[in-house]
């Protein structure tokens, strides 16, 4: 994920090596991140199992890309969210559920007013055991949440053998 900022909740940002041993990342894309990141930090900050987040972009093909050249929609990158979490606090399919509860998971390139393909609904796994969550996830979705609604949301292994931002 390329970076476009550094947000912790509280002063400064938390350096990787900071964190604690056995915390997790998550990273997914919901529509503008500025605002998936607040409904994260509302629902998982505080000592909820939140330790970090960071907005960038992801899934595309254009080295640092920017806001200007991903509206352009031609980089393929989505705005996205990325949080370092504790899963002896929160694990990893309760921020998916809460993910699939905070945004349209059925529209395509699109959420609310904000439309192009750096909105879509996505979830980008980090390793195995996250894309066969996220998968599950996925599908319990579909068929219990939005009956007869087509989910949008990608699942992608484009964090895997990233570098961490």
């Not at 509860?101 to 996250?130: C, I, L, W």
């Amino acid at each position: 994920m390329t970076a476009d900022t550094t947000t912790t909740g509280g002063s400064g940002g938390a350096a990787a090596s900071n964190l604690p041993e056995g915390s997790r990342k998550a990273t997914v894309a919901a529509g503008c991140f500025w605002g998936v990141e607040h409904m994260f930090r509302k629902a998982f900050g505080n000592g909820k199992g939140l330790l970090d987040a960071r907005v960038g972009y992801i899934g595309g093909d254009t080295t640092n890309p920017t806001y200007r050249t991903i509206c352009s929609g031609r980089t393929g990158h989505a705005e996205a969210l990325q949080v370092v979490y504790d899963p002896a606090r929160v694990t990893y399919r309760q921020l998916l559920e809460f993910f699939f509860k905070m945004h349209d998971p059925t529209t395509k390139n699109r959420q609310g007013p904000d439309v192009g393909s750096q909105y879509r609904s996505a979830v980008f796994y980090h390793d195995d055991e996250q894309e066969k969550v996220a998968r599950t996830v996925t599908e319990k979705v579909s068929k219990e949440w939005f009956k007869g609604g087509k989910i949008a949301t990608e699942v992608s292994g484009e964090c895997v053998g990233h570098a961490p931002i």
